[in-house]
Every structure is written in structure tokens, then in C-alpha cells.
């Protein structure tokens, strides 16, 4: 029960995290344009790069280090000095090697460059890291709500034309900021005071820097499409592709939730010898994000194409052909995020991550390079499908001698039968009515129904589990 509730609690904080975004993006791509949202994609994927490096694989890395000390109070708080003095360090190099490149080599945007530099500071502060891997999700769902709901106010509130790109952007990173710095009262009872001497943080280097790869790699082809669009199409094709983008991974959130969830959990059975629990926590947490994955990959293409121009407006009619052809990486990632973050990790095959994140990265920019000059935005997002289904295969390839691909794939097709039915039906009401609220909660709504009584129909393991979860007790 801790398990779900810690994912109930960690998906609720990923959706706001996305949801925030949400509520602001049809009001700032209205307010600022695709232009000025495509400038913002531009230079926020720059800063991604550095505050990645600056970071370091501290998140993964110092996750799992808790969760493996986690009943040893002296080694836990040691674990969290260690890895935040050193984050504090790589944090400081990688800053002033962005500014460094910003006013070096920055001419255009070097204003927007320099406020996206906030990101940087928040990334050295985050301590997030040591409450996933005590498993304590609460703390930071509560306490970030607070501030992401204060962003809504400050941007409703000053960001009112085209010319309030620099406000923007600078809200987003100081309210970045200030949610991580509020994490730190939670620390007193936590942890206790070690002496410096006895941090040693360098000892955290190597085996942080083995998870830095992966990170970066990976982060290589999340942030590339909109690098080489900006580079090799207009900022308005970026600004609908990053706008489309941001409506995916929302509804992606919901579904990884799981892997921040999990990989503690994982980690410290790994840590007892229970290798039979990681095997068993595998199977059924594959088969719940199936479940959740392939509705919504479906129930999202069903309305792309009437929901982007009318919530996003028009001048963003083309994200929504865009967010049909980038929808399948909802069920791809959710996969490769239990076989990768969720098992590979936690068991420390990273050495294998590290591969199946590389083709990725590679196969990314291959199609990238074939495909964005012809077709745009809408190659970038062939490309991000195409290097995800590599990913996929390839962890899953690497697991072929330690988990059962039979058993993991046992109920695919009940979902994804159901899934294609829900997406038939749900599609053809939606060419045929106008989009509004009313009518997408009506498509919604819809689309639930017809999913849930076809996994009822077909008998799908998913039932039994939500039965048992929810009405075991009134059962008993």
C-alpha cells in the first residue's frame, strides 16, 4: 500500500508539474505567439544542457544512495552531504560555463540566455533526491504545489503582451528556485549534522558520473529536436512543436510517475537480496502503465487534431498533427521507463542503460538530420518515435536472460484491442462535433467507458488488481 500511495502522491506531483504548464500554455501562446514561445523552447534547451552537467546524475544516483542507507541514520546523512556538497560544486562549474558560453557566443537572445541561468541555480539546491529515496513523496508534492500555483498568479498577473517574453521566462526560473529551496526545512529530523571531514564527496564522483551519462544521453534526444528545429526551421515550427510537446508529456507524466516511485523501492530489495520481489514488482508495474499507457497514447490522437487549434489557437493548427504522430512515445517511454528506470538502475546494470539511451540519442539524430528538412516539425516528431521504439527494443533485449519478455507482454493486446476500439469511436466524434469543454469532458467520458467494459470483456489481469486494491477492504 506505501508503494501506491507513494505513486499516487508522485503522479498527483508530476501532473501539476505538467498541469501548471497547461493551464498557462493557451493563454501564453495566444499572449506571446509561436515566435516568442519558439525563442523560449530555443534557449531553455541550451540551459537544459548545462544544468544536466551541472547536476550530473545527482538525482538517480543520490536516490538510490538513500534508499540503500536508508535505515542507518549516520551513513544516510553522510550519503546527503556528500552528494550535495559535490552537487553544489559541478552546479558552480556549470554555471559559470554557461555564462562563459552566453557572453561569448551569444548575440541574439542573450537576454533570455541569461534569465534561463535561474535553472541553474535551482538545479544546485534540489534536494529532492533525498526524499524519493526515503520513499517520502509528500513533502515535496505539498510543498511545490504551493509555489507552481503561485507561477499561475505571477504570469496572469505579468505577462500581459509579445514583449513579456523576459518576464516569463524569468518567473518560470525563480519559481523553480523557490520550490526547491522549501524542501530544505524538511531536512531538520531527517538527517543529522557529519562532520565535513567526513562528507568525502569526491568518493561520489565516479559512480554519479556512470549515471551522468545515461542522464545526459538521454536528455540528448529530448532536447535535439528543438535545438536542430531551431537551427534547421523557424522558431514558429519550434514553437509548435514545443507547445505540442508539452500536451504529450503531460499525459506522459502520469504514466512515469511510477519510475521515481519505484526505482527506491526497487533499490532497497536490491539491497536485501530479494531478487524474486524486483522480478515481481517488474512484471506488475509493466502491466499497470500498459494498461494506463495505451487508453490514453489512443485517446490523445483521437482528439489532437480538433484540441490543438482550439486550445492552443489557431496560429498552433499544425501541433496538432504533430501531437498525433509524437502520441505512441506515451506507451514507448512507459515501457522503457520500467525495464530502464525501474529495473536496469536500481539493480546497477547501468552500463546497459547506458547503450539503450545511447542508440537512442544516435538513431535520434540520424532521423533528425533525414527527416526535419523535408517534413519540419512533424519529422522531429517521426524521429522522437522512431529513437524511443530503439530504446525499447534494446533494454528489452538486454533483459531477455533475466525477465520473461512472454510474461511481460502476456496482456498487450487486450489493451491495445480495447485502446483502438475507444480510439475509433472516440475520433469520429470528435471530427464531428465542435471542440469545447463541455464536448472533450463528453469524448473523455466516452472513451473511459468503452475501455473499461472492453478490459472487463476480455478479462484483463489489470481488473482483478484494482478490485483487490479498492475493495478488498469493504471485502473483508
Not at 312 to 317: A, I, P, R, S, V
Request: charge should be positive; aromatic fraction near 14%; include cysteine.
Amino acid at each position: 500500500m506505501k508503494v501506491i500511495k507513494n505513486y499516487l502522491y508522485n503522479a498527483s506531483y508530476q501532473i501539476m508539474n505538467m498541469l501548471i504548464p497547461l493551464i498557462t500554455v493557451p493563454y501564453i501562446s495566444r499572449v506571446l505567439g509561436a515566435h516568442q514561445v519558439g525563442i523560449n523552447e530555443y534557449t531553455n534547451s541550451w540551459v537544459t544542457f548545462f544544468y544536466l552537467m551541472g547536476q550530473m546524475g545527482m538525482t538517480l544516483y543520490g536516490n538510490r544512495e538513500v534508499a540503500y542507507h536508508r535505515d542507518d541514520m549516520y551513513e544516510r546523512s553522510r550519503t546527503f552531504w556528500g552528494v550535495e556538497s559535490l552537487q553544489f560544486l559541478t552546479v558552480s562549474f556549470a554555471l559559470i560555463a554557461y555564462l562563459i558560453a552566453v557572453f561569448a557566443f551569444s548575440t541574439t537572445f542573450k537576454k533570455y540566455f541569461l534569465l534561463q541561468a535561474l535553472w541553474i541555480v535551482a538545479t544546485g539546491l534540489d534536494v529532492s533526491w533525498y526524499f524519493m529515496g526515503l520513499e517520502n513523496f509528500r513533502v515535496t508534492v505539498i510543498r511545490n504545489a504551493v509555489v507552481r500555483l503561485a507561477s499561475v498568479l505571477l504570469i496572469f498577473t505579468f505577462v500581459k503582451n509579445i514583449d513579456d517574453l523576459g518576464r516569463y521566462i524569468f518567473i518560470l526560473g525563480i519559481t523553480q528556485l523557490i520550490g526547491n529551496l522549501t524542501l530544505w526545512p524538511y531536512l531538520r529530523g531527517n538527517i543529522i549534522w557529519v562532520k565535513i571531514s567526513n562528507w568525502q564527496p569526491f568518493q561520489h564522483f565516479y559512480p554519479a558520473l556512470l549515471l551522468f551519462i545515461p542522464t545526459i544521453t538521454t536528455q540528448v534526444y529530448l532536447v535535439l529536436n528543438r535545438l536542430m528545429l531551431g537551427r534547421m526551421s523557424t522558431q514558429a515550427d519550434l514553437g509548435n512543436f514545443g507547445q505540442s510537446d508539452k500536451l504529450v508529456k503531460f499525459v506522459l507524466a502520469i504514466v512515469t510517475a511510477t519510475g521515481t516511485v519505484m526505482l527506491p523501492h526497487v533499490a532497497n530489495k536490491f539491497a536485501k537480496g530479494d531478487v524474486q520481489g524486483v522480478r515481481d514488482s517488474l512484471y506488475s508495474t509493466f502491466n499497470f502503465v500498459s494498461a494506463v499507457s495505451i487508453p490514453m497514447m489512443f485517446g490523445l490522437m483521437s482528439v489532437s487534431q480538433a484540441f490543438a487549434p482550439w486550445f492552443l489557437g489557431k496560429q498552433f493548427k499544425p501541433s496538432g498533427e504533430i501531437m498525433f504522430l509524437e502520441a505512441p512515445i506515451v506507451v514507448l517511454i512507459a515501457w522503457s521507463n520500467v525495464t530502464g528506470t525501474q529495473y536496469l538502475m536500481p539493480v546497477n546494470r547501468v552500463k546497459e542503460f547506458t547503450t539503450s539511451v545511447t542508440i537512442g540519442a544516435v538513431s535520434n539524430v540520424i532521423f533528425n538530420f533525414m527527416l526535419i528538412g523535408s517534413w519540419g516539425a512533424n519529422g522531429a516528431a517521426i524521429a522522437t518515435v522512431g529513437s524511443e521504439v530503439l530504446v525499447t527494443l534494446a533494454q528489452l533485449i538486454m533483459i531477455r536472460k533475466t525477465i520473461s519478455r512472454r510474461r511481460l507482454f502476456r496482456e498487450q493486446w487486450k489493451y491495445i484491442l480495447c485502446g483502438f476500439v475507444m480510439f475509433v469511436i472516440v475520433h469520429r466524434i470528435s471530427m464531428t462535433i465542435k471542440m469545447s469543454i463541455a464536448n472533450l469532458v463528453l469524448e473523455v467520458a466516452i472513451g473511459a467507458v468503452i475501455y473499461i467494459i472492453g478490459i472487463i470483456i476480455t478479462k484483463a489481469s489489470i481488473v482483478e488488481v484494482a478490485q483487490n486494491t479498492f475493495f478488498k477492504k469493504k471485502t473483508d
